[in-house]
Structure formats: C-alpha cells, structure tokens
C-alpha cells in the first residue's frame, strides 16, 4: 500500500485489559508519531520514534502506555490495563525525515478505542 | 510554551462562498506549519505545507499564508463545495519533531 496503515481500525474491549494497535508507515519513512484524539479535543502528541529509537517519549500519558518499532517500520503501541479514559481514537502518522527538510506528515485512518 | 488556536472554531457557509480559516500561534520561532482535513471517522489529509521561509503555498482553490512575525496562519478556500464540508487543523513544528495541533474549525458548506 501507499499510505499509512493502522489495525485495527476499531477496538472495544473491557476496563483492565491490554490492547495492542499496530502502524504500518510509508515505505522508506524514517520518522513515525503516534498521536490520540480524544472526542472534542485537538490532537495529543504521545511519541515520536526516528528509526527504532523513541528520543521522547514524555508525551505517553502514564506507565501503563509504552510504544516500540522495530526494523524501522511497523510500531506497536501498547495500552496495558486499559481505563475509560483512555477510549479515543489513536493516530499514526510518518515523514520522510524527523528533523530536518520538510517533514510533511502523512497519517493513518487511526484506530478508535473504546474502553467498556 | 507553544499555543496553537483556531477561530472559528465551527463555520457554515452556502456553497460558492470564498471562506478564510485562522490559525494563530504564540511562539513566532517555527519551522514549518501545515494544514489538514479530517473527515468525520477518518484520519488526517494534508492539505498544504508551508516552511517558515515561505510566506504562502497554493492548491488548487486553497491557498494558506503565513506571517510569522505575527503569530498567524490563513488558510482561504475559494469557490466552496459541499465535499469541503470537514474539519480543519493546522500544527506547527517549531524546530523539533513535535508538532502543535489546534482544535480545529469544522466547517459545513450548504448546497
């Protein structure tokens, strides 16, 4: 595929349990954001990985929550214990670069959390 | 700390209008700033993106501005159709590789 793809594109599961949602970047993209968008809020930065390494990783809202990549490409981030407050829908998106030219992002369809 | 704010933040107008969305910013030192649309369950499109040294980009019948010294982006959409009928957001990187979102302005164009 072309663009950005996340899976799966909808997840409801119980209050305590672990997810998992998966970003596929654009092939040859080095940078990789994971974003959430809670409903009426702008978009919230959670992590930014240049190639396999996450250089910040402050914006992740608690322990529970922890991101990774590997060969990079495909990133996982992972919601253990999950609560209600955390039902949003989660936004990948990737670049070309991560810090330098233009930095265009392109995202994903997202995946949209809810937390029963 | 970087603010970014988007007035209106919900906009209807009839179909043919020409129409400006604001975008303001309270850190003048950026790098980049681009503009998205998001339709209702989808994710986000790139619309333009301007580089700190440029003072406009067009598309089409978009066309978004950028005066860095005073904190603000437009972007102005001529001709509406109802299919720009979305939400639209604007982020700003400032030398980084995190950007700021707004809120966005949703806006509804009538047939």
């Known amino acids: 595929g072309a663009g950005v793809s996340q899976s799966p594109s909808n997840k409801v599961t119980e209050k305590g349990k672990d997810v998992e949602l998966r970003c596929d970047p654009i092939s040859g993209h080095t940078a990789l954001y994971w974003y959430r968008q809670s409903l009426g809020q702008g978009l919230e930065f959670l992590i930014y990985f240049q190639g396999n390494s996450a250089p910040d990783k402050s914006g992740l809202p608690s322990d529970r929550f922890s991101a990774e990549r590997t060969g990079g490409s495909v990133s996982t981030l992972t919601i253990q214990r999950t609560q209600q407050e955390d039902s949003a829908v989660y936004l990948c998106?990737?670049?070309?670069?991560?810090?330098?030219?233009?930095?265009?992002?392109?995202f994903g369809p997202g995946t949209r959390l809810t937390v029963t | 700390k970087q603010e970014v704010t988007q007035i209106p933040a919900a906009l209807s107008v009839p179909e043919g209008e020409n129409l400006v969305l604001n975008c303001s910013f309270t850190d003048s030192a950026i790098y980049n700033l681009q503009w998205f649309r998001q339709d209702p369950g989808k994710g986000l499109t790139s619309l333009l993106l301007i580089q700190s040294s440029q003072r406009e980009q067009t598309s089409g019948r978009l066309n978004a501005s950028l005066d860095k010294s005073s904190g603000r982006s437009t972007l102005y959409i001529a001709a509406s159709q109802p299919g720009d009928s979305a939400t639209y957001l604007c982020a700003v990187n400032s030398g980084t590789y995190k950007y700021i979102f707004g809120t966005g302005t949703r806006l509804k164009v009538l047939a």
């Open positions: 998106a990737s670049s070309l670069l991560g810090g330098g030219t233009s930095y265009e992002q392109y």
